[in-house]
């Protein structure tokens, strides 16, 4: 079955960084395209990195340009979120996503981890 397993979240001082993980099991991880969103109290869920693949392209959300780098490792089966110069507004929870495998048919989300940004 598939499984997203994150970690990483945490409280950060405004500036600093943290690295998500979200490790990935049950389907090919190559032929996945992996997201991350995110989405704080009170707001709307927000997508905010993706990465289609060994071939593909990577986006980002305007609100996290050139501070936010997504990127894989495919022999551990893992997508990495690495989030510098954070800020109070990048204060959310964190999901992984995965969707579009080439052998399991869904859309499938991990459980989540907090990241507070705070003084």
């Known amino acids: 079955q598939v499984q997203l397993v994150e970690s990483g979240g945490g409280l950060v001082q405004p500036g600093g960084s943290l690295r998500l993980s979200c490790t990935a099991s049950g389907f090919t991880f190559s032929s996945a395209t992996m997201s991350w969103y995110r989405q704080a109290p009170g707001k709307e869920r927000e997508l905010v990195a993706v990465n289609t693949g060994i071939f593909g392209n990577t986006n980002y959300a305007d609100s996290v340009k050139g501070r936010f780098t997504i990127s894989r490792d495919y022999a551990k089966n893992t997508v990495y979120l690495q989030m510098n110069s954070l800020k109070p507004d990048d204060t959310a929870v964190y999901r992984c996503?995965?969707?579009?495998?080439?052998?399991?048919?869904?859309?499938?989300w991990g459980q989540g981890t907090q990241v507070t940004v705070s003084p």
């Open positions: 996503n995965a969707r579009g495998m080439v052998d399991v048919r869904g859309d499938y």
